[in-house]
């Protein structure tokens, strides 16, 4: 499946954005909790925005750039 790079990157920014969870408690947390949610609903509204454009299945398309997204680069969180 051909994937625009946008939709890897916003996938990418949401990863790294749970990765910065780590370790965080109380306030930091909850902040940082409200970025990663922020930054996955961008991504999923991408993602599926692509695929009604392109008349594909948005879970396959979803599963696609997760594939992509971290097949390139090792877990945030190692």
Request: no cysteine.
């Amino acid at each position: 499946m051909d994937l625009p790079d946008d939709l890897i990157n916003l996938e990418r920014d949401a990863e790294e954005q749970r990765a910065r969870m780590a370790g965080l408690t109380g306030d930091e947390a909850d902040v940082q909790r409200q970025a990663w949610r922020e930054a996955a609903a961008k991504a999923q509204a991408a993602i599926t925005a692509h695929a009604e454009a392109a008349g594909l299945n948005r879970y396959e398309v979803g599963q696609a750039v997760k594939r992509a997204a971290r097949g390139t680069e090792q877990d945030p969180t190692e």
